[in-house]
């Protein structure tokens, strides 16, 4: 069998999971400085579907595609050390403000500028938004069928591939034809480590622009080694309607965003009198905790 | 007015819970806005599910009703719905937060190019000002949710794009038959208008209903046992109140060693890690390796008889008390402060 060309959707995202104490300010909003910037964890699951059909059929490869600012290379470079083949950063002030359905405009657009693919995959949802949105309508508006909830997806002999899907009550398999958009979900085996070897190949891997801060010297290594390159497309790399970009190609608005206040580390001594856990389910409902 | 639209999940004849929940929600906006409710069934042998949809007070029910239909496959649901949308331009759509919902929702938002909210909590009508643009909106459909991993409370709105979409989780919304005898009008639609052949790529080889695994990584709320819950039996009640506060149910090594409950559920350095955004640790003493597991928690609420047990000094709440009368009184208390 052929070896198969497979986009890894990933986003790099502030690690939600893991708000300390310091990651909200006084006022009570979100200190995103004070979060650290993660490889959204469903994303990993992704590439490891992507990486086990690279073993299984030689000749695959495997491209991580990722929109956000300059830093997001860094999981680019975290998936080359995992054994994706190389990368796309997608990057331009044009994608501020985006909601879903102007970053998957964004997205899909890359993806026709990338040019020949067999499979898609991109973990079900991010972290930082929940959504599970944007695999779906890039799936859509390349025209792609989509399988949403994968747990294993297996290349078949026939070019089609088997995908279980794990859902709320169940499972079950199905079968495509390729090209297809296949999204991750959680329960999927976890994303293989970092090879010493790769670290060791790709560490000194960056995107154009972060090349462009460096010495010359360096400059030399790159241009003697592509694969320490990572490619960057601007809102001039793909070709797009302006009107579908960023804020302005968002349908969604956000109206109002309130925080939720967490409390100092002080335990609250309690009994398990009505009144004082009456009060406390309250308090736990108040502050959006539960409920 | 254009209406609002809700799409009705069918599997093995029965109209799911959150469908129900949704047409409730749908029939009060739409008493709100003075406009229709319509309801889309897609499915096999549909024969007599009006029965089931025009008692919460649907108006006009579009039904597709094809042996290929069932089970769900995304295209050709989407393809139907996308095209019955094109015809009835509805101003409010509505579906599951569901793996059916969650999967067609962004297919059919992406081809209309109208905003949708994922996993609204609550969903209100009111008005809107842009100040920039100089405009002022009416009726538009608040979609509140967490966002953030729940740090924030967001309130998203569609000033311009229709349909408003939203999906909604099973049991946020209150079921409620608006009249046994309510008269809809049924509207059998023509399917091979909608659908072709190519929407027909996905194959379904096998479907086996079963117990989903058990997932505490993922839970925003885990309700955690330890050696001092008792037994197995008073396990039970720990079940009980993550599942009424959506979470789910995890224990330390020693209520695993003593058979209390199942080893998937272990949480600690053997087990796995969580990071919820509450923790109820329940007759846990809190040793450094089952702290390790957890400490990272967004907020901790330790029940414990003992004063001293080192997991109260990592705890935000701590009640000294018995395990069974306190779980027992927080879902007591839950539920008489809810819907």
Not at chain 1, 50 to 75: F, H, N, W, Y
Not at chain 1, 216 to 245: G, H, K, W
Not at chain 1, 247 to 266: C, D, F, H, R
Not at chain 2, 46 to 68: C, K, N, S, T
Request: charged share 25%; aromatic share 4%.
């Amino acid at each position: 069998m052929k070896g198969l060309k497979i986009i890894v959707l990933a986003k790099q995202v502030p690690d939600t999971r893991n708000v300390g104490k310091d990651a909200m300010k006084a006022d009570g909003t979100v200190n995103r400085a004070a979060l650290p910037a993660i490889f959204n964890p469903e994303d990993l699951n992704a590439l490891e579907q992507a990486l086990e059909i690279k073993d299984q059929i030689p000749g695959t490869t495997v491209t991580i595609l990722t929109m956000g600012p300059s830093r997001a290379s860094e999981i680019i470079r975290e998936g080359l050390y995992r054994g994706a083949d190389d990368g796309v950063l997608l990057t331009d002030r044009a994608f501020a403000g985006s909601d879903t359905l102007a970053t998957s405009y964004a997205i899909s657009q890359a993806i026709r500028k990338i040019g020949e693919y067999d499979m898609i995959v991109a973990g079900r949802q991010a972290i930082d938004g929940d959504t599970a949105q944007v695999g779906p309508q890039v799936a859509e508006k390349l025209g792609l069928p989509q399988i949403t909830y994968a747990e294993k997806v297996v290349a078949e002999s026939d070019g089609k591939i088997k995908v279980t899907r794990r859902l709320e009550n169940g499972v079950e398999d199905v079968t495509c034809p390729l090209p297809v958009l296949v999204t991750v979900t959680s329960s999927a085996p976890d994303c293989r480590t970092r090879n010493a070897k790769l670290i060791m190949k790709y560490k000194h891997a960056l995107s154009v622009s972060e090349t462009q801060n460096t010495s010359e010297d360096y400059i030399q290594l790159c241009n003697d080694r592509p694969y320490l390159t990572i490619r960057e497309f601007t809102v001039n790399d793909i070709d797009t309607d302006a009107s579908q970009l960023g804020l302005t190609g968002s349908p969604t608005k956000v109206k109002n965003i309130e925080s939720i206040v967490l409390q100092a580390k002080e335990a609250k001594k309690m009994t398990p009198s009505d009144d004082e856990i009456d009060n406390l389910m309250k308090e736990l409902i108040a502050s959006h905790v539960i409920g | 007015m254009n209406s609002i639209f809700v799409y009705c999940e069918v599997d093995e004849g029965k109209v799911a819970e959150v469908s129900q929940e949704l047409l409730t929600k749908g029939r009060s906006l739409a008493d709100e806005l003075k406009c229709n409710l319509e309801a889309i069934a897609i499915g096999s042998n549909l024969d007599g599910i009006e029965a089931q949809i025009f008692p919460y007070g649907v108006d006009v029910l579009h039904v597709a009703d094809d042996a290929r239909l069932y089970p769900y496959t995304t295209n050709p649901h989407a393809s139907i719905v996308i095209g019955l949308f094109k015809e009835e331009k509805p101003q409010i759509a509505l579906m599951g937060a569901s793996s059916i919902g969650r999967d067609l929702g962004p297919r059919v938002s992406s081809a209309l190019h109208s905003g949708l909210t994922a996993d609204c909590t609550s969903l209100v009508i009111g008005g809107h000002e842009d100040k920039k643009a100089g405009k002022v909106y009416e009726n538009l459909l608040y979609q509140i949710r967490p966002a953030f991993g729940g740090n924030i409370i967001a309130t998203i709105i569609n000033p311009e794009c229709r349909p408003q979409m939203a999906t909604v989780r099973e049991g946020v919304m209150k079921k409620e038959i608006r009249d046994p005898k309510y008269k809809g009008t049924l509207n059998k639609l023509d399917v091979s208008k909608y659908v072709s052949d190519v929407d027909f790529v996905v194959e379904v080889v096998s479907r086996h209903l079963e117990k989903s695994k058990i997932n505490i990584k993922g839970a925003p709320i885990v309700v955690a046992g330890g050696y001092g819950v008792g037994s197995k039996e008073n396990f039970k009640l720990l079940h009980e109140l993550a599942e009424v506060l959506g979470g789910e149910v995890g224990a330390s090594r020693a209520a695993v060693d003593a058979g209390y409950t199942e080893h998937d559920r272990q949480i600690g350095q053997t087990g796995v890690t969580v990071r919820p955004k509450l923790y109820i640790a329940c007759g846990i003493s809190g040793q450094v390796q089952h702290r390790a597991g957890m400490d990272e928690s967004a907020q901790i609420i330790s029940i414990n008889n003992d004063p001293d047990a080192p997991i109260n000094s990592i705890a935000d709440y701590v009640i000294i008390g018995d395990v069974v009368e306190v779980v027992s009184k927080m879902i007591k208390f839950y539920k008489s402060n809810t819907k």
